[in-house]
């Protein structure tokens, strides 16, 4: 239920979380309820790529910065067609935006797109709770959806778990399309939707690559129909526990020595493929400066991430798969967790990270280069 009055500074609203802890504030974006796994994000800017990211689907995603929507909305931003998050939590939205291609502000924008937020939340509060709670499931409530807590409390707990949950086919196009070359063609590359961010695509066309993007159920022979000299699998939301259909398309393209390049759900599919288990973390990685060192040049970049799984692989050892030897191409200097795989014996890789950069650091496009020379070698 959601009403499209605007909410800034007007009805009262209540964050709700499944332990029990209750952050009160105003409604911020549209009035009503709304229901999803609370995250927190440390990104100071770009919470129109955040907000329109399909891998938040679900999501209720809390601003660690203090003060959103500064930069109003334009139109050049978005990682997909519609805003993703299922919820907002900010301290202080903007009440002015203020820059040059700010179309609208933050607030009409989550209203005209039915979004439920909270602001005037204790944000920093609420991070802290999130890292020694872990991410959980949580309820935003405002106006008339307002109850007494003990009925919130349980519809919040009546919710489904993240852990388990199935989502990127709802995320996914249905029909394939194809995002052309910049310049001269040099490569024709099959993009399996798990719930592409636009840039992706767009990082490959500046290359010289044609991307043909396909549904998440795109079939081995729609895939190669396509002739294509590389195969991507992107981000995308939900458990990659979930995600057999494309771990077997997956497994069909390694056996086939294509070169494969995944992102984010993209290298938890390559982790399952090799036989690697993934796990929930316990409040994830969302952010643009998380530091990441590619242990095969040692370098360490600063890199957008978002991502509550992580693939459970051993970091000190090349590990002998059914597509021969693998091992841990990138790891988070912050807590260890895995963020990149590559085999030494075929030409396949992933980060769990964004080299699409969007909105983030660029010290991480190399990879896309790395994808280039994967398909220059396979043609050599
Ligand atoms: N951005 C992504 O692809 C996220 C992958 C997966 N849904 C996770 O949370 O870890």
């Known amino acids: 239920m959601t009403t499209s009055t605007r909410g800034a500074a ?6 709700v979380l499944e332990d029990g802890r209750i952050f009160r504030g105003r409604a911020y974006g549209a009035v009503g309820e709304t229901f999803g796994e609370a995250v927190f994000s440390t990104g100071m800017t770009g919470y129109q790529e955040t907000l329109t990211d399909p891998s938040y689907d679900r999501q209720i995603v809390v601003a660690t910065a203090p003060q959103i ?17 299922s919820g907002y939590v900010v301290r202080d939205p903007a009440r002015v ?27 920093r509060a609420l991070t802290r709770h999130l890292r020694e709670g872990g991410s959980m499931r949580a309820g935003v409530f405002s106006g008339e959806a307002i109850a007494p807590d003990a009925e919130l409390l349980a519809r919040v707990r009546a919710q489904p778990h993240m852990k388990g949950a199935s989502l990127y086919e709802e995320v996914a196009t249905k029909v394939a399309y194809v995002v052309p070359a910049v310049g001269e063609k040099r490569f024709t590359v099959a993009a399996i939707d798990l719930g592409i961010k636009g840039m992706t695509p767009h ?20 895939v190669y129909a396509v002739n294509p000299d590389g195969v991507f699998f992107s981000n995308g939301p939900g458990d990659p526990a979930t995600a057999e259909g494309p771990v077997a398309l997956m497994t069909e393209v390694l056996e086939r020595r294509t070169p494969l390049f995944g992102i984010c759900f993209g290298n938890q599919i390559l982790g399952r493929a090799l036989g690697f288990g993934t796990y929930k973390l316990k409040y994830g990685h969302r952010g ?56 030494l014996d075929q030409p396949a890789f992933s980060v769990q990270y964004h080299p699409e950069a969007a909105a983030g650091p660029h010290d991480a496009a190399y990879l896309f280069d790395r994808f280039v020379s994967l398909m220059e070698g396979q043609r050599a």
């Open 288 to 343: 643009i400066n998380q530091p990441v060192q590619d242990r095969t040049t040692g370098k360490v970049e600063v890199t957008a991430h978002n991502h509550g799984f992580a693939v459970d692989a051993p970091l000190d050892k090349v590990s002998e798969t059914k597509f021969g030897r693998a091992e841990v191409s990138h790891v988070c200097l912050n807590d260890d967790v895995v963020e990149g795989l590559q085999l």
């Open 69 to 85: 929507g500064n930069t109003g909305w334009n139109d050049e931003d978005d990682e997909s067609g519609r805003i993703w998050v």
């Open 97 to 123: 935006p203020s820059n040059w291609r700010a179309r609208r502000s933050l607030d009409d924008e989550l209203v005209a797109q039915g979004i439920v937020g909270i602001s005037g939340v204790d944000t």
């Open 10 to 15: 007007k009805a009262p609203a209540v964050l």
């Open 203 to 222: 990082r490959m066309a500046e290359r010289g690559i044609e991307v043909h993007v396909l549904p998440a159920t795109a079939s081995v022979d729609e």
